[in-house]
């Protein structure tokens, strides 16, 4: 099992073995008496009826599908870090400037989302509302592909923009907070996220802890995250919309999970996995993002 840029204890490790039929499996525990299961705070996201399309600088919500859209505006930052300490996956520190903004979800994308799309549920751990793991990056793609071609049969997918995964760039630009969507009132690890010190060793359902950043929950914690692009050293230069090396064998999730270490629970962590792995802490959380022109290889 490949966990490269862990820097945990145990960070080798493979969570608990799970029963050997994840899509019969009986639901997840319930939720520890004392954890954080307060509805997070209300924000507002205007529902798209059919044959309308998002607006850019604006959020929205897939009323049908229980989808909530955060838009990002397009942005520098500095991706990486400069702490020699770090896993050298980490490194070096790269000014990424993204060209273009773009939404990402509320949240992980939950199991009861995945089932309506895919026809099945592959999570070791069942119940709608937990975050959908035990995934591949192939996987995550094609569901994508799917909520892609339904809303554009709706006619709410805006020119230029189609449902992916967010690239490592836009993930890490999110997760920082985006330009200028920092929390002032920055909540505690414990109060924002799940590991492996307060999750009880199970996923918990999504939306439940305090944003660490406005809108966007779990950022770091819960289930990995997966992303598009390969897994590569950043060019440590000055870069427009990175989306890692042509080639290579290795995908990237980032943020950290239930089974992480709390030190693991960070915007900089990369976990490589093959295209075709899966675990039950590993899963997704899609983006709607500027498409490539298909004759230049770049975004409109």
């Known amino acids: 099992m490949l966990i490269a840029g862990c820097s945990g204890e145990n960070a080798g ?33 205007k529902a798209l009826s059919d044959g309308t399309t998002p607006i850019e600088g604006k959020d929205f919500r897939i009323s049908a599908l229980g989808l909530n859209m955060i838009w990002v505006n397009k942005g520098s930052f ?32 939950q199991q009861v989302l995945y089932a309506q799309l895919m026809k099945e549920n592959p999570s070791e751990n069942n119940a709608s509302n937990l975050p959908v793991e035990n995934v591949t990056f ?16 709706r006619q709410c997918l805006p020119d230029g923009y189609s449902y992916g995964l967010p690239t490592e760039a836009q993930w890490e630009f999110a997760a920082q907070g985006g330009a200028g969507k920092k929390n002032l009132n920055q909540p505690t690890l ?17 939306g439940k802890k ?20 390969r897994s590569g050293r950043y060019p440590g230069t ?24 709390p030190n693991d629970c960070r915007t900089t962590f990369r976990l490589e996995v093959p295209s075709d792995f899966r675990m039950g802490n590993i899963g997704f959380r ?15």
């Open 210 to 229: 305090t944003p660490r950043l406005p809108g966007l929950h779990d950022m770091l914690g819960n289930v990995h995250e997966l992303c598009e692009g």
């Open 190 to 206: 414990n109060e924002s996220d799940w590991h492996r010190d307060n999750s009880d060793m199970i996923p918990h359902p999504t």
């Open 138 to 153: 192939y996987d995550a793609r094609i569901f994508c592909r799917k909520l892609t071609e339904l809303e554009r049969q």
């Open 238 to 261: 000055q870069v427009n919309d990175w989306e890692g090396p042509l080639e290579g064998t290795f995908r990237i999730a980032r943020g950290g999970s239930w089974f992480s270490s």
């Open 78 to 109: 500095f991706m990486g870090t400069k702490n020699l300490k770090a896993p050298k996956n980490e490194r070096p520190q790269t000014l990424v400037t993204l060209t273009r903004g773009y939404w990402i979800a509320s949240m992980e994308t």
């Open 286 to 300: 899609v983006a709607l993002v500027p498409v490539k022109n298909k004759e230049t290889g770049k975004k409109p």
């Open 13 to 45: 490790e493979a969570p608990p073995s799970k029963p050997e039929d994840p899509v019969k499996a009986s639901p997840a525990k319930a939720i520890p008496s004392g954890s954080n299961t307060e509805e997070p705070l209300p924000r507002m996201f």
